[in-house]
């Protein structure tokens, strides 16, 4: 999502972050009542994942503003480059 809004759609990387955390958290306001209204939620692996993904936002923003915007793009770029050969060759390969 913030490939895309960085790369093709023209954003900053401090804009796609707010509109991506904007919209996973209106994701999260829908569907997370529902989950937990029917006994969906796997919450000690739920709490992991939520330290785990904080512990790397916290990290992930302390590295960007180090090393700076170019250079996070360009890691953005690679890491999408990546997948995308991957799910090619799974593609091709099977």
């Known amino acids: 999502m913030m490939a895309i809004m960085v790369l093709v759609g023209g954003l900053d990387l401090y804009r796609a972050n707010i509109v991506k955390v904007v919209a ?3 994701n999260a306001a829908v569907v997370l009542p529902v989950y937990i ?4 939620v796997a919450w000690k692996l739920a709490i992991v994942l939520a330290v785990g993904f904080g512990l790397g936002g916290w990290l992930g923003a302390r590295f960007a503003v180090r090393v700076g915007a170019k250079w996070i793009r360009y890691i953005l770029l690679a890491g999408l480059s990546l997948y995308l050969l991957k799910e090619a060759v799974e593609i091709l390969v099977g």
């Open 24 to 26: 996973q958290l209106a």
């Open 37 to 40: 209204y029917l006994g969906e």
